[in-house]
Structures are given as structure tokens and as C-alpha cells.
């Protein structure tokens, strides 16, 4: 348990729950849990995911070399968070653009044929 940010009573965290079709994106793109729950603690954008219910949250990575978006797709439970997917994608998108909702279906129909 942990404190609210607004010092209002006591909130408490909503266990993880890995979805193996998430385990098995971050394995292709050689992302780690921690980098992930990294991501879901202080994503530098979210949006609504094409599924029902669900949301994407993003960060950039920037490197000598080029910059990269790290993506992860989740959905609440009353008591838990599934991972439903994670991901990278080579270069920026724009806020709400075609590109990241063809990548958030693709993304979901990978996890529904699953």
C-alpha cells in the first residue's frame, strides 16, 4: 500500500497480471518487466486502445543512433492490471494519428488470435 498522491486516505496498488501474448512481444522486442511497469508508472503519453476498456501508455527512448517509442496496452480489473501487449516502434508518432491506431489494431488482433 502506498499513499495518494493528494494525501487522502490510502491507495492500493493493482497487481500485475502478464498476459502470455504479452511475454511473448517483449521477448521479440527484448523488453523487461521492470522496463514495462516503468512505463505504466510514469507514461509520458496515454491514450484509449482500440479494444474495449483498454488503454496504450508510451514513452521515447532516445539513443546515439536514432529514438524509438516503447509501447504497452493494458487493461484494469477491479483488483488487477493485464499486460496485454508491449512493443516498439521506430520513430515518433503524432498524438492520436492513423499511424498508432493501425498499430493498436494490429496489436490487438495479434493478442485475440493469441
Known amino acids: 500500500m502506498r499513499f495518494s498522491p493528494l494525501g487522502v486516505g490510502v491507495k492500493k496498488?493493482?497487481?500485475?497480471?502478464?498476459?502470455?501474448?504479452?511475454?511473448g512481444k517483449m521477448?521479440?522486442?527484448?523488453?523487461s518487466e521492470g522496463?514495462?511497469?516503468r512505463i505504466l508508472h510514469s507514461p509520458e503519453r496515454v491514450e484509449?486502445?482500440?479494444a474495449p476498456e483498454t488503454i496504450a501508455v508510451m514513452q521515447t527512448q532516445k539513443g546515439p543512433k536514432n529514438s524509438h517509442e516503447i509501447w504497452a496496452m493494458?487493461?484494469?480489473?477491479?483488483?488487477?492490471r493485464r499486460v496485454i501487449s508491449a512493443?516498439?516502434?521506430?520513430?515518433k508518432t503524432k498524438p492520436r494519428s492513423e499511424i498508432s491506431l493501425k498499430m493498436f489494431r494490429r496489436e490487438y488482433v495479434d493478442y485475440k488470435k493469441g
Open 13 to 23: 496498488e493493482k497487481t500485475l497480471y502478464w498476459t502470455a501474448h504479452a511475454l
Open 27 to 31: 521477448m521479440q522486442y527484448r523488453l
Open 35 to 37: 522496463r514495462i511497469k
Open 48 to 50: 484509449t486502445g482500440i
Open 74 to 80: 493494458v487493461a484494469d480489473d477491479k483488483v488487477r
Open 87 to 91: 512493443w516498439r516502434y521506430p520513430g
